[in-house]
């Protein structure tokens, strides 16, 4: 008997705290450095994000992956007992150790699951959902729990006024369950590829094992994010572009027949660059980064969760999922719903 994968659950949670453009415009005004409501509009398409409040232990990465998991066990009628595998997505853990797949495990008491975080940055999501992919195929696992989430307001470098203003704080979870191989509802395919050569593209110098964050890194602000943001967005589009032809290209699909694409939120003109080379009408890309910024591996699974409660999403539909960042790293999934 062979198997494949179907997304039965999907959830989402987010900080309370909004961030207005105008709250990052006073916040950087602060240090002489500008910005505007405006800019961040036009050039990201961003207008809000939400940040964690520091030291609020409901707040933290694994409490927002919490609320996540528990929303797609309801969607899935499942017990955090049914669950035998946590793959984890996050570039911002809880702590170094454990993983936040076990604090996860622990605070969910999902008693019977082996969990571990894995870090592919804005990719993530798709790396864990292929790992599920692959554990079921192989009836290894028959119930898997994805999350990706990240705390990234953590690792902001407020001295750089290109990439403070991109990003956010979230989750997003999917539960993932064994099928007949033929089953329609399931994953048809995943494309991941990183390329090392390009890490300094966008990377935390510092607060690793190579570099330790002492007081004179982190006051160079050594252990946060630093980013080359204009060669970042030429080679997402490219990429993107080419992970979702390779992935309807290995179904024997075409564009036209994409009921929806959910590309990594990063930056508003990246994702309509991308539909313009795909020759994809903007309504079927699904879009929430004007509301919650680059939330890094949380962006796909957020936006998947969103377009399937609000019903958007229709059981039988061809969904693609399409991400690129840190590493470099890139992937896609399609899927029927
Ligand atoms: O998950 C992956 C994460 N990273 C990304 O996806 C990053 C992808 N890249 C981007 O989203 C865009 O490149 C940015 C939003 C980072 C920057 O937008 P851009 O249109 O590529 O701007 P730019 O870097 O070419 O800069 C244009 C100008 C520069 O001024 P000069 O040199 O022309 O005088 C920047 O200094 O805009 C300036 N600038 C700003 N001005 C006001 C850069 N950031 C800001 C800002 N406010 N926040």
Partial sequence: MEYAATIT???????????????????LAASNIETSDVWIRERTGIAERRFSTPGNSDEYNSS????????????????????????????????????TACWLQYKLGAVRAWGMDLNAACSGFIYGLTIADQFIRTNQVKTCLVVGAEILSSIINWQDRSSCILFGDGAGAAIVESAPSEFPHRILSSH????????????????????????DIMAQNLNKI??????IFKIAVRTLTSFAMTALEKNGMTVDMLDWFIPH???YRIIEAVAKRLELPMEKVLVNVDRYGNTSSATVPSMLDEAVRDGRIQKGQTVLLDAFGAGLTYGAILLRW
Avoid at 70 to 91: F, H, N, R
Avoid at 226 to 231: A, K, L, V, Y
Wanted: proline share 7%; net charge negative; aromatic share 4%.
């Fill in 192 to 215: 991941l590829l990183s390329d090392g050569s390009l890490w300094e593209l966008l990377h935390v110098p510092a607060g690793g094992s190579a570099q330790a964050a002492t007081p």
């Fill in 226 to 231: 630093h980013m080359n943001g204009r060669e």
């Fill in 64 to 99: 927002l992956g919490l609320a996540a998991a528990q929303k797609a066990l309801e969607m899935a009628g499942k017990a955090p007992e049914d669950i035998d595998q946590i793959i984890y997505s996050t570039c911002t853990p809880d702590t170094i150790i454990p993983s």
């Fill in 9 to 27: 659950g999907t959830g989402s949670a987010f900080p309370e705290h909004r961030v207005t453009n105008h709250d990052i415009a006073d916040r």
């Fill in 265 to 267: 939120q990063a930056n």
